[in-house]
């Protein structure tokens, strides 16, 4: 079940108990999954990051089916990326403190007076405590100069080191893992201290451990902002930290990143390895790619591609096929998945683009699904790869790796994948990127033991960072 934070932020502690550790912080309007319950605490997963902890069961909010459906397929309209934004809530005029990286969908008849709706409350945003909204990332991380460090913390009244960077790049639309050990492996190394650029990260380990523990943010010119007893500024230097007050080195330098959208990384990541990926199904024609994307519906590429060489030689448009009696069809296709509602199909989609498209194929969404046997992922292969169009078709393949590498947030129909692929990535990549997640599905990122030792892209994947 999914609930949002309809608070300032909640804290996510390590066990159930008010005097266990806090791991972490949900933030306000961040969706989390409700794992179970044990007395008054809650186990949660944040769908945000994957942190797994506890809250007090009393701050559940469920969401409606209506609001979720609108928190997962609607562009964020508006992330607060200032010191705090107050928000008046309409039912009882209370005022709410919303820290930096909350995460708001508004209304959209409203979208200019800054209401949204969320866990049964309608909140009305007071832009003009909010002048920071555009500011760029470098000066969002020094307006949290001097917040105390707090174990767990990501607001302004406490923080640590990775809870800094998370907020900061997450309210500049860059999603980063929880702890800085996960976030080190995230993005492009810098090759030294003095090839970084203002807005890197640079990660350190203790004087005891070579294992990362730390993470700053760099601001050129040999200085880092972090969090280490509060949010301070110190010097960069090719071995660590040093402390520009004790006079001390207080980290080992170990690497640093540069991070970037995922999307990013993963678009560019399948532009060098497949450049040029397409359809493994053999056609010569519109109306043959309808039928084959028809036909491969819970079947092998491979398998239709076995049996549509028979098929085309014998029926090769709309007007021979609609002639055709549905008996003949089921014999040449008849080694496929579900042959006998496929072959009734076939045959009325075939009359039906005869007798109301004049026989050609419709180029049009709703047209296209009213096809007999056509739904909305065959509809969108058709509109991208036989009229040109951008479109992002979803079949089980995309739905499961754009999940599992993180692409989409809380996704759990092919409608929202694709809403949200669609809004993420380039309109000109939309096309050949569900051949990108499509392929890469069906030969690495498998649905039982994927292959995860042959995948380039597993140092970003949530399942190992």
């Given at each position: 079940?999914?609930?949002?934070?309809?608070?300032?932020?909640?804290?996510?502690?390590?066990?159930?108990?008010?005097?266990?550790?806090?791991?972490?912080?949900?933030?306000?309007?961040e969706?989390?999954?409700?794992?179970?319950?044990?007395?008054?605490?809650?186990?949660?997963?944040?769908?945000?990051?994957?942190?797994?902890?506890?809250?007090?069961i009393?701050?559940?909010?469920?969401?409606?089916?209506?609001?979720?459906?609108?928190?997962?397929?609607?562009?964020?309209?508006?992330?607060?990326?200032?010191?705090?934004?107050?928000?008046?809530?309409?039912?009882?005029?209370?005022?709410l403190?919303?820290?930096?990286?909350?995460?708001?969908?508004?209304?959209?008849?409203?979208?200019?007076?800054?209401?949204?709706?969320?866990?049964?409350?309608?909140?009305?945003?007071?832009?003009?405590?909010?002048?920071?909204?555009?500011?760029?990332?470098?000066?969002?991380?020094?307006?949290?100069?001097?917040?105390?460090?707090?174990?767990?913390?990501?607001?302004?009244?406490?923080?640590?080191?990775?809870?800094?960077?998370?907020?900061?790049?997450?309210?500049?639309?860059?999603?980063?893992?929880?702890?800085?050990?996960?976030?080190?492996?995230?993005?492009?190394?810098?090759?030294?201290?003095?090839?970084?650029?203002?807005?890197?990260?640079?990660?350190?380990?203790?004087?005891?451990?070579?294992?990362?523990?730390?993470?700053?943010?760099?601001?050129?010119?040999?200085?880092?902002i972090?969090?280490?007893?509060?949010?301070?500024i110190?010097?960069?230097?090719?071995?660590?930290?040093?402390?520009?007050?004790?006079?001390?080195?207080?980290?080992?330098?170990v690497?640093?990143?540069?991070?970037?959208?995922?999307?990013?990384?993963?678009?560019?990541?399948?532009q060098?390895?497949?450049?040029?990926?397409?359809?493994?199904?053999?056609?010569?024609?519109?109306?043959?790619?309808?039928?084959?994307?028809?036909?491969?519906?819970?079947?092998?590429?491979?398998?239709?591609?076995?049996?549509?060489?028979?098929?085309f030689?014998?029926?090769?448009?709309?007007?021979?096929?609609?002639?055709?009696?549905?008996a003949?069809?089921?014999?040449?296709?008849?080694?496929?998945?579900?042959?006998?509602?496929?072959?009734?199909?076939?045959?009325?989609?075939?009359?039906?683009?005869?007798?109301?498209?004049?026989?050609?194929?419709?180029?049009?969404?709703?047209?296209?699904?009213?096809?007999?046997?056509?739904?909305?992922?065959?509809?969108?292969?058709?509109l991208?790869?036989?009229?040109?169009?951008?479109?992002?078709?979803?079949?089980?393949?995309?739905?499961?790796?754009?999940?599992?590498?993180?692409?989409?947030?809380?996704?759990?129909?092919?409608?929202?994948?694709?809403?949200?692929?669609?809004?993420?990535?380039?309109?000109?990549?939309?096309?050949?990127?569900?051949?990108?997640?499509?392929?890469?599905?069906?030969?690495?990122?498998?649905?039982?033991?994927?292959?995860?030792?042959?995948?380039?892209?597993?140092?970003?994947?949530?399942?190992?960072?």
């Amino acid at each position: 079940m999914i609930h949002v934070c309809t608070y300032s932020h909640i804290p996510l502690r390590e066990t159930p108990a008010e005097s266990g550790e806090m791991g972490s912080e949900i933030l306000f309007g961040e969706l989390f999954e409700l794992l179970d319950e044990s007395g008054r605490w809650a186990h949660v997963r944040c769908l945000n990051d994957g942190y797994v902890g506890w809250i007090d069961i009393k701050l559940l909010s469920h969401l409606s089916e209506l609001e979720y459906k609108r928190w997962t397929t609607t562009q964020p309209c508006y992330v607060v990326r200032g010191m705090m934004c107050l928000s008046r809530c309409d039912d009882d005029n209370s005022l709410l403190v919303l820290p930096c990286g909350s995460r708001l969908v508004l209304d959209e008849q409203y979208k200019d007076r800054g209401r949204f709706t969320i866990g049964g409350h309608t909140y009305t945003i007071d832009f003009t405590e909010s002048k920071g909204v555009a500011s760029p990332l470098i000066n969002l991380a020094l307006s949290f100069r001097n917040v105390p460090y707090l174990w767990g913390g990501k607001t302004f009244g406490g923080i640590d080191c990775s809870g800094l960077t998370q907020v900061v790049y997450h309210a500049m639309g860059i999603r980063l893992p929880r702890n800085a050990s996960e976030q080190a492996r995230t993005g492009d190394v810098v090759a030294s201290v003095d090839d970084a650029k203002p807005g890197d990260l640079a990660f350190f380990s203790s004087e005891t451990s070579d294992k990362i523990s730390h993470v700053g943010i760099c601001l050129g010119e040999g200085r880092i902002i972090h969090a280490s007893g509060m949010v301070r500024i110190d010097t960069l230097t090719t071995e660590g930290i040093w402390n520009d007050e004790t006079k001390k080195q207080t980290h080992h330098l170990v690497t640093i990143r540069r991070p970037q959208p995922l999307v990013q990384h993963v678009t560019e990541y399948f532009q060098k390895t497949m450049p040029m990926a397409t359809t493994e199904l053999v056609h010569h024609s519109t109306f043959e790619l309808l039928v084959a994307v028809v036909l491969s519906a819970q079947c092998t590429d491979k398998r239709v591609n076995m049996v549509t060489p028979a098929l085309f030689a014998a029926y090769p448009d709309a007007p021979a096929m609609a002639k055709a009696p549905v008996a003949k069809i089921y014999e040449l296709i008849r080694s496929v998945s579900y042959p006998n509602a496929k072959a009734q199909h076939l045959s009325d989609l075939s009359q039906m683009i005869v007798s109301q498209y004049g026989g050609k194929v419709p180029s049009d969404m709703e047209e296209l699904m009213r096809l007999p046997g056509v739904g909305r992922k065959t509809a969108n292969v058709m509109l991208a790869f036989a009229f040109g169009a951008d479109a992002m078709p979803v079949d089980t393949h995309v739905f499961r790796v754009a999940r599992r590498l993180g692409l989409t947030y809380a996704a759990h129909t092919p409608y929202e994948t694709e809403q949200q692929l669609t809004r993420s990535i380039p309109t000109d990549l939309l096309s050949i990127a569900h051949h990108w997640l499509l392929l890469h599905g069906r030969y690495v990122c498998t649905a039982r033991s994927p292959k995860c030792s042959e995948c380039g892209l597993v140092d970003i994947c949530p399942r190992f960072i």
